[in-house]
């Protein structure tokens, strides 16, 4: 009996390769046509880009204004002529009792407040209709969000429901689609690493089609942002880690990209020295306050600078696999990131070379390919260090057709990346996230039938883009 099961293993594997094979033949007969359609297609990415890095010196950019301490919350809404505000916040902030010390500070200064703590780990559309519907009967004309960057992006998506009542969160996916300004908004991480607080974006995971989109535009910049380091002092090794890591990636995304500025290049130079210098010291004795207080600067300045210039593939594919799997934020990036940096290749060499002199891995004389080189084996080794893994579990060769779909979807043509992928290379990065991807043997299920696919190289790989 056990010979029969071993082959007819044996029989389905080879009919799966087969399958693959001939897919992979019919894929090559179709090369030239595939490639002609990918010229023009990355012409006409480099084109879109290239018209909104020329228009940057028009655009509204702005950065919050800074508050140095939760203290002077309660004075600012009072300045802003504000009665009664809504909390956005999540469980967590009600364990640790920030919640309760922000709203008696609002209370005492004679302000009405009402609290929504539901915001998921990825919002969810759900979360945003009943916050809306706390702010509506409270007759709300402010909003503070107090949490991470979820909480933040649920506040914004909050200020998008208020100022349009009527219509579907899901209308304004993409770019520059809210054109009304929005009720005072607040942003107070708790978290070091988002940037939320100094970004035109929120984004929100649909749960039914399970995945997630951004919004983005300019009224969504928060008013204020309140950077107080004492608040990030009880976050957990984990998230210390995860979030300084997602800081990291904001600020070497915006720096090897195409739609850099000066001002940009410096906040995301300092990001990443700040982030070098500081993560591991705040991860290891979280009430390191100085440590604490840099790394919410380096989340601020990482912010701002992929604000004005943009992220790339890795945030598209970390976006799709939270909207599929609910993965954490931070820990997608910190696990893509090395790996999309190594695809690059020589087409982000040098800037990744300037990179590991701004971090301390490389001098200005190190030969620009070792200290690339060298500046991706140090985030490898960071990831080591916090526990940070180089595969997700989760992750599942049948599903991986549809992340590559929406992460292509999110970043072409408007991140203005190193180099400009078709769905069938993102597919392949897809390939190296999957468990013991070098030499793996998955077996999915699709419509009820079993499917096992067998690849142990790069080429075999190519035959399922």
């Avoid at 894929?27 to 012409?43: G, T």
Wanted: hydrophobic share 45%; proline share 5%; glycine share 6%.
């Amino acid at each position: 009996m056990a010979n029969i099961d071993k082959q007819r293993d044996k029989i389905a594997t080879k009919t799966s390769i087969n399958a693959a094979k001939t897919q992979g033949d019919y894929l090559m007969k179709n090369e030239r046509i595939a490639s002609s359609h990918n010229i023009f297609k990355k012409a006409w990415c480099r084109v879109f880009q290239k018209a909104f890095k020329l228009a940057i010196p028009l655009m509204p950019y702005r950065k919050p204004c800074v508050i140095g301490s939760i203290e002077s919350v309660p004075e600012t809404l009072k300045n802003e002529e504000c009665r009664s505000v809504v909390i956005v916040t999540d469980k967590s902030m009600l364990l640790l009792g920030f919640m309760d010390r922000l709203r008696n500070l609002l209370e005492k200064a004679g302000l009405k407040v009402c609290v929504f703590y539901g915001t998921d780990a990825n919002p969810t559309v759900q979360n945003i209709k009943t916050a809306y519907r706390i702010y509506k009967w409270n007759y709300c004309d402010s909003i503070v969000a107090l949490g991470g960057g979820s909480v933040m992006d649920c506040a914004k998506a909050l200020g998008i429901c208020a100022v349009y009542p009527n219509r579907k969160i899901s209308s304004f996916r993409g770019i520059l689609k809210v054109h009304r300004k929005l009720p005072p908004l607040i942003a107070i991480p708790t978290t070091a690493g988002t940037g939320s607080e100094t970004t035109l974006a929120a984004v929100i995971r649909d749960e039914k089609k399970k995945e997630k989109y951004a919004i983005s535009s300019f009224p969504l910049i928060p008013k204020y942002a309140v950077l107080d380091p004492s608040l990030t002092m009880t976050l957990p090794p984990s998230v210390t880690a995860a979030t300084g890591m997602d800081a990291l990636t904001h600020a070497v995304e915006a720096y090897i990209g195409g739609s850099t500025t000066k001002e940009t290049r410096c906040h995301a130079l300092n990001a990443v020295k700040l982030v070098f210098d500081n993560l591991e010291k705040a991860w290891a004795d979280g009430k390191n306050l100085l440590a604490r207080r840099n790394m919410l600067q380096a989340a601020f300045e990482a912010g701002y600078a992929f604000t004005v210039s943009y992220v790339g593939y890795v945030h598209a594919m970390a976006h799709a696999l939270g909207g599929m799997y609910n993965i954490a934020h931070g820990v997608a990036n910190a696990a893509i990131l090395p790996v999309v940096l190594k695809a690059y290749g020589k087409s982000a060499e040098a800037k990744l070379a300037e990179l590991a002199v701004a971090a301390g891995v490389a001098t200005e004389e190190t030969p620009v390919s070792e200290a690339a080189a060298a500046f991706i084996a140090a985030i490898e080794a960071k990831n080591r260090t916090f526990g940070i893994k180089s595969e997700f579990q989760e992750l599942r060769l049948i599903d991986i057709p549809q992340l590559s779909k929406m992460a292509e979807k999110e970043a072409n043509p408007l991140y203005p990346v190193p180099v400009i992928w078709s769905r069938r290379s993102i597919t392949k990065l897809f390939m190296r996230l999957l468990p013991e991807a070098s030499a793996m043997t998955a077996t999915t299920e699709e419509n009820g039938n079993s499917l096992t696919v067998e690849c142990a190289t790069e080429k075999e790989e190519s035959l399922i883009a």
